[in-house]
Every structure is written in C-alpha cells, then in structure tokens.
C-alpha cells in the first residue's frame, strides 16, 4: 500500500514568487496536515483538511493556504514568497477527524527561498 | 508557539547503551504524548505514544516514562544500536485537537 506521497522533492524560488506543494494521503484517508518544519524548531503545525473544508489553522499569516480536493489529496501554497519560508514542509495523514493515533507523514518538500 | 521543550539537542552513544531524551510541556491539558523517530530524508513516524493515565510504556527496546506532576515525560532507548541513529521527536496533544505540538528534535548518533 502506497503511503503518503508528496511532490516535487526539491522546490526552488525566489523571494515574492508564489510556491505550490501536493500531498496524496493514504488511500481511505480524509485528513490531512501540513507542518513546516525548519532547521532546529522541529514541526510546526500549519493546516488541516479534512473531508474538503479546512478544519484548523496553525499560527502563519495568510500567504499560506491551501485546499483539499474531492479525492482527499491537497495542495498547499504559500505566495510572497520570504527567505524564512525555507524549510521542509511535511503533509500528514490520517483516518478521520482528529484520529492523532494515526498519522502518517510523507518524505516532504524541500522548499528553498533565494 | 512552543509549548514542549525538548533536550538533548543532540546525543552520543555507544552501541549497547541506553539513550535518554526528555521533554517537559506546559499544557495540563495535553492527554496524548507520542515519539516520532525520523530518519534523513524520510518523514517522521510514530514510534511508541502514551496516555497521561501510566507511568510507563514499554515497545521493544523502546520505553515512554511519563511524570504527570512534573510535566515531564522521556524516551529511554535500551541496547542502542546504530540502525538507532535518527532525529527523535516528541509531541503532545489534546485529544481530539488537532494542533500537535512538537519538541525541537534530538539527533541521535550511536556509535558501533
């Protein structure tokens, strides 16, 4: 069983340009999670989605949002791009609302900021 | 945002010898404590988790001890072995609150 796939890898962009991030969550999954995770602050929670409504939000300005599709898959994206937007950004999921005991993260994206 | 402290930030051990992380938290209404065991390039994943209802929680070589008066809760790593080496993370969370909050990890090095 395929588990939590997320894309591209690696993303590269410059400062002011807008960054686009997807997550596929285990099959039979209808929550997901983003969290950024940067050098030395360990995981730092920034959305979830469950059933296609964002259901909570971590504390990050607006520039980050994103959405969850009919498929449950979901895309994050973070416009205006800073340079302390560098970091690896790690989508999670889960079986249902709130099931914490059962998270599953992806490998994550790289995201880079020049 | 930081409500779990998490320390060692880094640690050394020989093979054969136990590794110890400790993480304290602030929120006495967290009732969810898990460890996640990273390895580079891979995300986090569970690794063992306790409940604020016992002291102790034993996987394998892995045991959670949690002090609830003290806030306080620690993952001992018994017979260590190199395959080990991996940043740890701890967590805590209020049940059926999503908002997971996360120590800074610890990077575990153990040396054959």
């Known amino acids: 069983e395929a588990g939590v796939t997320q894309s591209p890898t690696h993303l590269i962009k410059t400062r002011g340009q807008q960054a686009t991030l997807r997550c596929s969550p285990i099959s039979g999954h209808t929550s997901v999670y983003w969290y950024q995770q940067a050098l030395g602050l360990g995981l730092q929670f920034l959305l979830w989605y469950d059933e296609g409504e964002e259901r909570n939000r971590g504390n990050f300005p607006p520039r980050f949002s994103g959405r969850q599709f009919p498929n449950y898959s979901s895309e994050l994206n973070v416009n205006a791009l800073e340079l302390e937007d560098s970091a690896l950004y790690l989508c999670?999921?889960?079986?249902?609302?709130?099931?914490?005991?059962?998270?599953?993260f992806g490998s994550g994206t790289q995201l880079s900021v020049l | 945002q930081q409500q779990v402290k998490q320390s060692p930030q880094s640690l050394i051990v020989q093979k054969g010898g136990i590794s110890i992380i400790n993480c304290a938290y602030e929120n006495t209404a967290f009732d969810y404590f898990p460890w996640y065991q990273q390895f580079p390039g891979k995300g986090p994943a569970l690794l063992i988790a306790i409940r604020p209802d016992v002291s102790e929680k034993k996987e394998g070589r892995f045991t959670i001890s949690f002090n609830k008066s003290a806030k306080q809760f620690s993952l001992h790593i018994m017979d260590s072995q190199p395959g080990d080496s991996a940043t740890y993370f701890c967590?805590?969370?209020?049940?059926?609150?999503?908002?997971?909050?996360f120590g800074a990890g610890t990077r575990l090095t153990v040396k054959p």
């Open positions: 999670a999921s889960s079986l249902g609302t709130g099931d914490l005991e059962k998270l599953f």
């Open positions: 967590a805590a969370s209020k049940e059926g609150f999503n908002d997971m909050r």
